[in-house]
Each structure stands twice: as structure tokens, then as C-alpha cells.
């Protein structure tokens, strides 16, 4: 795993070595074994790169690598692991091409010569890369299907700049630091800057899944998709084949993200996802699997007692770590590794708890994309029930919003406010009413927020059309698997994936997600979506029967799901009051004229004083202004 950046010049000026050096240091945390530097003989193309040897810890592995072959050349800068290289490498041998290292990093290019563009249909594993093709004197930047390694780049007319993160840009002179309000808009709702988004001006993601050629004469791009999931192609298979098959489709995904020249482990979070992992891990390795859990000393976020039922069944070698509040003294560095406006709290724990397992691996395996592939997460079914509610029409009118509202009055609880949106969102169609069961902020709440600057800043732009353009895009009939893909290509690329890739690498961990793995996605796609969620809440139906013959015990697979959060509701009530009255309500955040102080007051006092939980609101606002003033404190 590693960092990569690069410059391209497009006009009479040269990139200077500095320049790439500048940028590498940047990213230095990506990749602590190694570094390097390369800049073209005409001086107009500089690429860089920073090293965590995962696959052949020799010399032989430095970047940027040059691969040389019936007189064409290349230089590939490349952040990732493919899992299937050595089969590729094998098939290519079988064509004369010739290596010099045994990295997986040799092989793409060779690829490349093979088969041209296609050549991204061949890699298995996570990347983000560009190749350098000296005869074409193009460079081509491509993201992995599922986006878990990121790509941002800035363009003019004059430029072209790349890097794994966009801090190595933000080192660079052409580029004119400018906040980008339209981020700042969708990121309130959904909780992250949706691709191509950043919050900085001009500075873009590639979208998972995409590739782009530079012309580096000309400066033009090209940017294309390659690869999407099909719900539509089904596999009439007995609930007993379907369980066969998704036990041997993981562990081959398993056993191919265990092949590592370091140590390895696994986070543990005791969910049915990362105890699935564990055990395929344990079945496959001759030695104790080293694992990892974190808690909370509330018991209601603490997972780890099953997190420990899984490490003694299959006597792993088990590390627990306990998060206390002053945790939070991590904020400022977080929002800084995070580098654009992000509001998971989840960001917290994984954040140490990678840092602590790095103490004692270099790789962890994640359970990350159960949910995605199994339909688990709560939202589904209240999709699914909406559309089966749908078919009442008229009496929801008349009995159920009525209803809702006047209990919301009485009660007026977190639930009882659930309650009430979900009845007036009925009415909408059913792409545009899901925002509003993920949504931070709505619609309603953000004017209610906004100074009257920001609101003629924002006022012609809609979060919802983000995710109404993404169920329109699904290769699906059905519309709960529409919602799953709207998932898989918004909420997995632009929040869980960072998540974890930031705060991995920021500690030089590599971790690795088997349920990701897009040859065992696109099986899950085939699978009939009432094996998934069956009836309004059975999720995970046929994962759970699967695991459940030999894998992970019942009272895992059966639990009520817990998710990764923290106690923020607790501790903004408690031990973090004043902190954030003090950050939220203070001249330098009100300076900045995006909120109006008493709409902010108003949400603070309503957290502390009554049953209605606007912890994860208030955790975005804060966030968002610790980001302001990490990147933006002349503004």
C-alpha cells in the first residue's frame, strides 16, 4: 500500500524534482519504507510515490517503476494490491514478457502492453494508479471498481495534478486555495463530499470504477466507466446451493487477501461480517489469526464481549482497546488526515483502533461490504415497507401523516421525529423520499440553518437529484437492490471506504475487504433480492443461513445489529458540552456567515435539554468548522 502524486505541465514551463518531493512528503504516512521521484527528459511529466512493502520487500519493488518491452516504454506510479497477479503473470509469460521483480506492480504494465485499455478488466484487488505510456505520451489514471483506493487530480489549461490525497496538491503554487460551498451544501445532508466533490474548488475525485487518459501534449481528458454490477442477470439456485456458493466465493476472496511477505490480522468488531472473515481466516491458517476490537466504556456501543466469543472459538490471539472521551483531543488531527469535510464518528474509533493494530501487523482484514452485499442495514426494510405502503395511497393522507405529527407533538422524542418525517416523505417517490431516511441535515433544516448569504449561495442545488441520478443508473428491476446500488456507488466510495483507507494508512496499515472483492459482488448481485432481505426486517437472510451450519454462533448471527458508533449522544450532553457551545457558538465560526448563531444555539439546547438526539448534527457542524479552521483559517 502506498501514496502516489504527479505533475503535468501543458505549457512552457518545466516540473521541478522539488516539486514531486514537496508532494510525497504530504503523503508520507501512506508509505514510510520508501520514496521516489521521476521526471521525464523533457521535464513536462514528474511522478512520485511513497512505499509501504506489502509484496516483495526488495529494491526491486521501488517506485515509480519503469517496465521496457519491444521498444515501448512505461512508468507507472501504483497504490494497491492485485490479488491475481501471479495468474496474470503467468498467462503474460506464456506471451514472452519478461520480469524483473516479483511485484503485482510489474504485472499491470505488462498487462497494459498486452491489451491496451482493457487491460483494467484483468485486475483483481484495489488500486489506484497512472501509467505513464511514453510512445503515446499519455498518462492513464484509473480508480478500482469499488473505489477503495482514492484518486483526486486538478486541472487548467495549464496543469495537470494527482495525488492519493489532495494535501500533496494543496502544496503546489497553481493551485489557489477556494472553499467550495456546493460541497459544504450535500456534505450537511449526507455527511461526506460526494464524488467529484472535495470541498476544495476545482479539486475533484475520480468516481470508483473510472479511468482517464491526459493527453500530456495537449492537456485533454478522457474519462470513461469500465465496470458495473448487474441485478438483473439471477441464478435459479435452491437456498442450500446459494449458501454453498457464497461460502466457497468467500473463502477464495479470504485465502486470496491472506497472501502477504509481512504480518497479518483482522479487525474484529463481533458483527456477523467481521466474525465471518475471522473464522475463513481461521480455517485457512495453520497459526492463531492475530485479531482487533474496540470499545466503549457505555455499554450500549460496546461490542466487544462478542468480539470475544468469536477470538475463543477459534483461539485467535485477541487485543481489546477501550475508547475513552478524551479520545476527542484526536478531533483536529482527524479532520486534518481527513482532509475534506467528513462527519462519521465512526472515523474516531477506527482511527485508533488502526493505529493500535499496527502495533502488531502490517495488514488487517475488514468485514466491510457485508451489508452492501446482504441488504443490512436497517434502511432497507423501511424502504421496502415503504413500498409495500405505497399500495394504500389515499388513507395515508388521511389517517397516517395526521397521526404521526400529533404524536411527534406530544412525545416529541428522536423516534417520534423518525416517525413523523418517514409519514410526510411517503408521498414522494420512492427514489427521492430514501434521502430522507440517511439524511443529516434536510432540505428544511439547512435553510432553517443558513445565513442568508449562504442560502442564495446554495439555493438552486439539490442533494437528492445526487442519489435520484444513482437509483436511475442501477442495473436493477427491483427497487430495494436500486437503493443497494445507490448505496455501493455513494455512501460505500464516499464515506465507509475513506473511513478506513484514511485511517489505515495514516498509521501504515494496509487493510483489505473480502466481501469487496468484485468477482464475489457480482455473484451477490445474481443472488434473488428476497434472499437478501427477506420479508420487511429477516436481512442478510441467506448470509446468515450460510455461517450459521459451522462458521459463527447463533447468538451472533441473531443479535440486534449494533453498527460502529460512538457515545457522542452521551458525551455532547456530558463531558463535551462545553467544548462544542464554545467551538460552534464563537465569533470565528459566526465570522464565516454560513450559519445564523441562534438556529445553531437553538439545535445545541434542544441535544442537552430534551429526549431528541442531535449528536450526529451536531458532530457534522462541529467537523465541518475544525475543517474550516484546519484548511481555511485565514478565511
Request: charged share 25%.
Amino acid at each position: 500500500m502506498c501514496g502516489i502524486t504527479g505533475k503535468i505541465y501543458f505549457n512552457k514551463k518545466n516540473v521541478c524534482t522539488y516539486d514531486i518531493i514537496d508532494m510525497n512528503k504530504k503523503i508520507s504516512h501512506r508509505g514510510p519504507d520508501d520514496d521516489g521521484v521521476y521526471i521525464s527528459k523533457n521535464q513536462k511529466i514528474g511522478l512520485g510515490h511513497t512505499r509501504l512493502s506489502i509484496i516483495d520487500l526488495s529494491a526491486k519493488g521501488h517506485q515509480p517503476m519503469h517496465y521496457t518491452c519491444k521498444n515501448k516504454k512505461y512508468t507507472i506510479v501504483f497504490n494497491g494490491e492485485i490479488y491475481n497477479f501471479q495468474e496474470k503473470k503467468d498467462l503474460l509469460k506464456r506471451h514472452d514478457y519478461k520480469f524483473k521483480s516479483n511485484t503485482d506492480t510489474e504485472v499491470i504494465m505488462a498487462l497494459y502492453d498486452k491489451f491496451g485499455i482493457d487491460f483494467l478488466t484483468h485486475l483483481r484487488g484495489m488500486f489506484a494508479f497512472a501509467l505513464y505510456d511514453h510512445q503515446k505520451n499519455k498518462l492513464i489514471c484509473a480508480r478500482d471498481r469499488l473505489g477503495k483506493k482514492p484518486f483526486k487530480y486538478y486541472q487548467d489549461d495549464n496543469v495537470f495534478m494527482f495525488a492519493s490525497e489532495l494535501k500533496s496538491i494543496l502544496t503546489q503554487p497553481e493551485y489557489k486555495k477556494e472553499i467550495d460551498y456546493e460541497a459544504i451544501h450535500h456534505y450537511l445532508t449526507l455527511q461526506y463530499v460526494p464524488t467529484p466533490l472535495t470541498g476544495f474548488k476545482n479539486i475533484k475525485k475520480l468516481e470508483a470504477a473510472h479511468y482517464i487518459i491526459v493527453d500530456c501534449e495537449s492537456g485533454k481528458i478522457d474519462k470513461q466507466k469500465y465496470w458495473t454490477l448487474d441485478y438483473n442477470n439471477k441464478l435459479n439456485l435452491s437456498e442450500t446451493e446459494w449458501e454453498k456458493k457464497i461460502i466457497n466465493k468467500l473463502d477464495e476472496s479470504v485465502k486470496l487477501r491472506m497472501i502477504s511477505d509481512v504480518s497479518i490480522g483482522a479487525f474484529l468488531s463481533g458483527g456477523i461480517d467481521s466474525s465471518a472473515i475471522v473464522a475463513l481466516m481461521s480455517k485457512n491458517s495453520s497459526q492463531p489469526i492475530k485479531t482487533f476490537s474496540i470499545g466503549f466504556n457505555e455499554a450500549e456501543h460496546d461490542e466487544t464481549a462478542y468480539a470475544q466469543m468469536i477470538a475463543d472459538k477459534y483461539k485467535t490471539d485477541h487485543h481489546k482497546f477501550i475508547v475513552k472521551p478524551n479520545a476527542l483531543e484526536m478531533l483536529p488531527m482527524l479532520v486534518r488526515q481527513y482532509e475534506e469535510p467528513y462527519a462519521d464518528s465512526s472515523a474516531l474509533p477506527t482511527f485508533y483502533l488502526a493505529k493500535k493494530t499496527r502495533e502488531y501487523v502490517t495488514v488487517a482484514l475488514t468485514g466491510d461490504g457485508g451489508d452492501e452485499n446482504f441488504a443490512g442495514y436497517g434502511r432497507y426494510s423501511i424502504q421496502k415497507f415503504g413500498l409495500w405502503y405505497d399500495k394504500i395511497g389515499p388513507l395515508h393522507n388521511l389517517l397516517a401523516k395526521p397521526t404521526a405529527k400529533l404524536i411527534n407533538s406530544i412525545f416529541k422524542t428522536t423516534l417520534t421525529n423518525h416517525a413523523q418525517t418517514f409519514a410526510e416523505t411517503l408521498s414522494s417517490p420512492y427514489n427521492k423520499r430514501y434521502l430522507s431516511y440517511i439524511q443529516y441535515f434536510s432540505q428544511e433544516a439547512k435553510n432553517n440553518l443558513y445565513s442568508d448569504e449562504m442560502r442564495d449561495k446554495v439555493s438552486d442545488l439539490i442533494t437528492s437529484n445526487i442519489l435520484i441520478k444513482a437509483f436511475a443508473e442501477a442495473q436493477a428491476n427491483n427497487k430495494v437492490e436500486q437503493t443497494i446500488y445507490t448505496d455501493i456507488t455513494t455512501y460505500l466510495p464516499d464515506d465507509l471506504l475513506v473511513k478506513v483507507d484514511i485511517a489505515t494508512m495514516a498509521n501504515g496499515l494496509e487493510s483489505r475487504s473480502p466481501f469487496l472483492d468484485h468477482k464475489f459482488m457480482e455473484m451477490t448481485a445474481q443472488i434473488p433480492a428476497n434472499l437478501k432481505l427477506k420479508g420487511l426486517n429477516n436481512k442478510k437472510y441467506i448470509l446468515k443461513k450460510a455461517l450459521e451450519k459451522d462458521l459463527v454462533p447463533r447468538e451472533i448471527l441473531y443479535r440486534k445489529k449494533m453498527g460502529f458508533g460512538v457515545p457522542i449522544e452521551h458525551w455532547f450532553r456530558n463531558e463535551m458540552k462545553d467544548y462544542v457551545y464554545e467551538i460552534l457558538l464563537s465569533n470565528q465560526t459566526m465570522s464565516r456567515n454560513i450559519f445564523k448563531k441562534e438556529s445553531v444555539k437553538k439545535l445545541l439546547d434542544t441535544h442537552v435539554n430534551t429526549k431528541i438526539n442531535h449528536s450526529y448534527r451536531i458532530w457534522a457542524l462541529l467537523t465541518l468548522e475544525l475543517w474550516f479552521r484546519e484548511f481555511f483559517s485565514e478565511n
